[in-house]
């Protein structure tokens, strides 16, 4: 990963390698399934078969109409929805934190110190949907995460580089930036290009767009696109995400993030 914005990072990097292995036992977090394009079933043949064939702005648009007009759910019914989504693999009562990759208890949600909440990983703020059904339950984007890591993060684009956030190593952060572990880069971008194809200014809500700027505000757009690129293809999908668009086709929104079933339209899109 480019770390040309962060300073000194190469006399601490194995020793945040260290705490990490120390802090996140790997049977709490999903390993990466590995650089190979996650290939489509049938059902998911027949589903994206519309956007076959397209590239450009002809994708984008073809795959809008196969996500849009989504099962919508309240903000209250997000709670248990991540409790479906995030579950940890290796104890049902837990869910696992988008970015420390800690599990905590499924019950430990709220907005006290040491509960996690419903993060919203395009920020609600860029575009101003609030936690309107729609944009702000869409659990394409939205993960469990710690209430003080949250906080931490904030409004703020993604990028490369900062200090590193306390008690959770391998997250960093600056004044107008915030760059996730390692484990989870690919998951970021995937959520926010997701987005950018639902919500296109066609149902009362803002037409959300990627670009290649921090410091976005209110406006309708998140950054960094070429690094959330790169965080794309460093961290293809693994069998986490893929059983969270699972759940989510299945059993609540009924529609699908396409980047993880078709990793390649990222590139043929943007």
């Known amino acids: 990963m480019s ?23 790997a049977s709490a977090v999903p390993a990466p399934a590995g650089p190979a394009a996650v290939r489509s ?19 984008k648009e073809a795959l809008h109409e196969i996500v849009d007009d989504h099962t919508r759910i309240s903000y209250s019914q997000v709670w248990d929805a991540l409790g479906e989504t995030d579950e940890d693999p290796a104890d049902p009562d837990n869910v696992i934190l988008l970015y420390t990759g800690r599990s905590r208890a499924k019950s430990d949600h709220g907005g006290n110190l040491g509960d996690w909440n419903r993060e919203h990983v395009w920020a609600k703020s860029h575009g101003d949907f609030g936690t309107a059904a729609g944009p702000g339950t869409d659990l394409h984007h939205l993960r469990p ?83 959330l690129k790169q965080w794309h293809r460093e961290d293809p999908p693994d069998a986490f995400e893929r059983n969270r668009n699972e759940i989510i086709h299945s059993r609540y929104q009924h529609n699908r993030n396409p980047f993880i079933d078709r990793p390649e339209w990222v590139e043929a899109i943007w």
Not at 9 to 20: E, M, Y
Not at 41 to 59: N, Q, V
């Open 41 to 59: 079933t049938p059902s998911t043949d027949a589903y994206y078969a519309p956007a076959e064939g397209k590239t450009g702005a002809a994708l």
């Open 145 to 227: 995460a710690d209430v003080q890591v949250n906080s931490i993060r904030g409004n703020k684009d993604f990028d490369d580089g900062g200090s590193q956030v306390g008690g959770a190593p391998g997250n960093y952060t600056d004044g107008d930036s915030f760059e996730p572990r390692d484990a989870v880069k690919g998951d970021v971008a995937r959520m926010i290009l997701y987005m950018a194809v639902r919500y296109e200014g066609d149902d009362g809500f803002a037409d959300l767009e990627p670009n290649d700027r921090v410091s976005n505000g209110s406006a309708p757009y998140h950054g960094r696109l070429s690094v």
């Open 3 to 25: 770390r040309s914005r962060r300073s000194a990072a190469g006399g601490i990097t194995l020793a945040v390698a260290a705490v990490v292995a120390t802090a996140f036992p």
